[in-house]
């Protein structure tokens, strides 16, 4: 395994502007904890601000859920589950006293649960050579092991490209800008008729999904498939490069669809204000990429086939990490995630 861790319609959906799960779980905490200082509880069925802070937080936890600001099922599952690690009642109910736990930090990982791929088109099962490791083994443990950069290049995976994004993910890790070891790669540098973008789970070495993506109409203005420029500036219609973090889902006009946050100043950090976001698309579709050569361009977001778009958002939504690839000088020379020890962009 690696060795440190686990269709034809070209517009973009605007994304409404709701707080994301990458904003502050603390300051998500405070407004949930104010809603209950009279002693109330949020329980199934409660709506508000104060739900999706409670969300927030367990988002922050290592749960899957989505951030709507709707206590339902989903919520209430994922609170016994977090309920029950911290040693209180799982009883669903969220009071102040599981709030206030809430605030601790996250319980000790007992290893990453694996998504098992299903069937259906696209899928890749097969695992790249892992380094051996325990059942009850954390990814903090696994960050000490070294895993080959070439270990995904039979995919397609340059090992230039991904010892890039494996050293970003690294620096990402340590400075805590994630939990989670599931890891997406898209390499902009490759043709937009390739499968160019790479879900890996750095705790087990898996490839979980191996895809194609479209790039933004500004970063290819001459429509020939292929990557010429990358930018941050609202309404160009660039691709952005650099990491970027997961946030909440939300159903737009391109169904289910997931918020990013950019993690790099300068460089991507207006990602969610440009609603630079994963979302179905028509023109990425297979069929559509065969009959043309390349795939449509979107408004800057990663868009992706309708057939596989859900599952990929559903195993990455929630606070994963995103590296999106192409040689930009600036970039590559500033970067405080390629360059954690020269000091790069703040």
Excluded at 63 to 76: I, K, S
Excluded at 137 to 155: C, D, I, K, Q, T
Excluded at 284 to 312: F, K, Y
Excluded at 319 to 345: C, M, T, V
Aim: net charge positive; with cysteine; proline share 5%.
């Amino acid at each position: 395994m690696f060795s440190f861790l686990r269709r034809k319609n070209q517009q973009e959906a605007p994304a409404p502007g709701a707080t994301g799960a990458g904003d502050g779980a603390g300051r998500g905490n405070q407004a949930a904890a104010e809603q209950l200082g009279g002693g109330g509880l949020l329980r199934k069925g409660a709506r508000g601000e104060a739900v999706r802070a409670l969300q927030q937080q367990l988002v922050a936890k290592g749960q899957q859920v989505d951030v709507d600001g709707v206590f339902g099922d989903g919520t209430e599952r994922a609170l016994r589950a977090v309920q029950g690690k911290l040693g209180l009642e799982a009883d669903g109910v969220a009071g102040p006293k599981t709030m206030s736990a809430l605030s601790g930090p996250a319980p000790k990982a007992q290893g990453p649960a694996v998504a098992a791929p299903a069937a259906g088109r696209g899928k890749r099962e097969e695992a790249a050579p892992a380094a051996k490791q325990g059942a009850d083994e954390g990814p903090r443990e696994v960050l000490g092991n070294r895993m080959n950069p070439g270990a995904f290049a039979r995919s397609g995976l340059r090992p230039a490209v991904f010892g890039k994004a494996l050293d970003a993910f690294r620096v990402a890790w340590a400075r805590g800008d994630t939990k989670r070891t599931e890891f997406t790669v898209i390499d902009y540098e490759l043709p937009s008729d390739q499968k160019r973008l790479w879900v890996i789970d750095l705790a087990t070495g898996k490839l979980l999904h191996h895809e194609r993506v479209a790039h933004g109409r500004g970063s290819d203005l001459n429509n020939d498939g292929r990557v010429d420029q990358v930018g941050n500036t609202p309404e160009a219609g660039t691709s952005n490069v650099g990491l970027l973090k997961t946030a909440e889902t939300y159903q737009g006009k391109h169904g289910l669809s997931l918020r990013l946050d950019g993690l790099e100043r300068g460089f991507n950090h207006n990602a969610r204000r440009r609603a630079v976001v994963v979302h179905a698309a028509d023109y990425v579709d297979e069929d559509v990429v065969a009959g043309q050569g390349r795939a449509g361009r979107s408004l800057g977001c990663p868009a992706l086939d309708p057939d596989v778009n859900g599952e990929i958002i559903r195993t990455i939504r929630g606070g994963s990490l995103i590296f999106a690839y192409w040689p930009d000088p600036k970039w590559l020379r500033e970067s405080r995630y390629l360059n954690s020890g020269r000091g790069g962009n703040s």
